[in-house]
């Protein structure tokens, strides 16, 4: 069965410091990951996406994320954490071409100044 | 080059009453999946339309009904309104041919059930 899990519901850094935000998946096939962002009362945003190429992956805005097959991982980091990334995150895992796409649970980041 | 276009973006119904909500693609888009998401919770799919038949379905029930148009755009109805129907409903549009699976959100539907 395919799942993504997301590990953290709701994460809490100080502006400039590095965020860490974690998706396990589970999948038989070969998937391909996403990670979108929703600000409130927003639709979601693509940040990035992995497709079976480079393992790591830059996204828009300084974030970047690492595929690890061995740890069935995709999770998303950014070096220095603004004010402005306070928002939602989705880890969401798609296959057959995109007919089948499960989201993950979400996880709040709160960005403190 | 318009991105997902949903309408009407906020709408207030009451219990019992059918609403209708439409969403244009992304142009180049072939495909159109509706999501609803509940305050405060992720997106919960609820049905795909392709070639203007329903491809897959979420766990909804028949009240949830849908429509895709030649012009790939689609309609999201829903029967019978509940309280628990009151939520923002998201379209999303992707390509068919040769898709890597990314979904392109619109701005959504915020629908009130009172």
């Known amino acids: 069965a395919q799942s993504v899990t997301q590990l953290d519901s709701h994460v809490s850094v100080s502006e400039g410091t590095p965020v860490l935000l974690r998706c396990n998946y589970s999948?038989?096939?070969?998937?391909?990951l996403f990670w979108y962002v929703q600000h409130p009362n927003k639709g979601l945003q693509l940040l990035l996406k992995?497709?079976?190429?480079?393992?790591l992956v830059k996204g828009i805005n300084g974030f970047e994320a690492e595929f690890k097959k061995s740890e069935t991982s995709f999770h998303l980091t950014k070096p220095s954490a603004h004010m402005s990334d306070a928002a939602e995150y989705f880890c969401?895992?798609?296959?057959?071409?995109?007919?089948?796409?499960?989201f993950g649970a979400g996880t709040r980041l709160f960005v403190k100044a | 080059d318009a991105g997902v276009t949903q309408s009407p973006t906020h709408l207030i119904k009451t219990r019992g009453q059918q609403v209708t909500l439409r969403c244009s693609p992304k142009?180049?888009?072939?495909?159109v999946s509706w999501y609803q998401q509940a305050l405060g919770q992720g997106p919960q799919f609820i049905f795909q339309?392709?070639?203007?038949?329903?491809?897959q379905r979420g766990n909804f029930p028949d009240r949830f009904s849908g429509h895709q148009f030649p012009n790939y755009s689609s309609e999201l109805n829903v029967n019978a309104l509940l309280l628990g129907d009151s939520a923002l409903y998201l379209c999303?549009?992707?390509?068919?041919?040769?898709?890597?699976?990314?979904?392109?959100f619109g701005e959504g539907s915020r629908l009130t059930v009172l």
């Open positions: 992995y497709t079976s190429a480079a393992t």
């Open positions: 142009s180049g888009h072939d495909t």
């Open positions: 969401v895992v798609s296959y057959t071409g995109g007919f089948k796409t499960i």
């Open positions: 999303a549009s992707s390509s068919y041919r040769g898709g890597s699976g990314e979904l392109f």
């Open positions: 339309y392709y070639e203007e038949e329903e491809r």
């Open positions: 999948s038989s096939y070969s998937p391909s």
